[in-house]
């Protein structure tokens, strides 16, 4: 089965410190993905990445800034945390292909509240 | 841009009732669409998909038939079950990634509750 891990399930940080959220899949991958999740919003692409050293902006990049340094690897980073930062957060993977129709697939999501 | 709309919830029902969940979407092209459902505390899974217009896709009991005339890809099951309980969301493939792959565009997620 793919698996699609993040490191930290819950985290509560304050304003201000630099936040750092972790993912990994273990599917060889190209694509990876970091989406926020908010009620009623669905879920909004921060930032993707179709390989290593490459990323890409989604619709809502400020405030935030990723890394992939390694293929199996994607971190998304909080410089400043603030207060509207507090949300889900959903890595997810996929493959490269020319097919649209291919599986997405997503870890468990992190939960981050900042005070 | 493209987008997917989704009823709002919640939505309650009672076991075994019937359900459908409305999601239209407003797309260049021709995209994929798909249904995805998360479970209390867990990520998304994928339920089902469709890749082109008439396609029906299933999955558990659930149904979604791409309508390219009314843009539509409604959610049907004919009989839920208290384990449905799980917020459900509409999406579809977002062409930014071009030929690398596959891209979501999601909707505002729709919250399912079954009763006993």
């Known amino acids: 089965d793919v698996k699609v891990t993040q490191s930290s399930r819950y985290l509560v940080k304050r304003t201000g410190e630099k936040v750092f959220l972790e993912c990994v899949q273990d599917?060889?991958?190209?694509?990876m993905f970091w989406y926020r999740q908010d009620p009623g919003l669905g879920l909004r692409l921060i930032y993707f990445?179709?390989?290593?050293?490459?990323?890409e902006k989604g619709d809502i990049p400020e405030g935030y800034s990723v890394s992939r340094e390694k293929k199996e690897r994607f971190s998304l980073i909080l410089e400043s945390a603030s207060t509207n930062q507090t949300s889900m957060y959903l890595c997810?993977?996929?493959?490269?292909?020319?097919?649209?129709?291919?599986?997405?697939?997503f870890g468990e999501g992190s939960w981050l509240t900042v005070v | 841009g493209d987008s997917v709309t989704q009823m709002e919830g919640p939505v309650t029902l009672s076991e075994e009732a019937f359900l459908t969940i409305n999601c239209t979407y407003t797309?260049?092209?021709?995209?994929?669409l798909f249904w995805y459902v998360q479970y209390p505390g867990e990520g998304l899974q994928l339920l089902l998909k469709a890749t082109k217009a008439d396609d029906k896709g299933s999955n558990k009991g659930f149904e979604a038939t791409y309508r390219k005339e009314t843009t539509s890809f409604h959610l049907e099951k004919g009989s839920v079950q208290v384990s449905d309980s799980a917020v459900y969301f509409c999406a579809l493939s977002d062409p930014r990634l071009g030929n690398a792959g596959n891209m979501l565009t999601f909707g505002g997620g729709t919250r399912l509750m079954v009763k006993p």
């Open positions: 599917m060889d991958h190209e694509n």
């Open positions: 797309a260049t092209g021709y995209p994929s």
């Open positions: 997810a993977s996929s493959l490269m292909s020319g097919v649209t129709g291919n599986t997405i697939y």
């Open positions: 990445s179709y390989d290593v050293k490459m990323k």
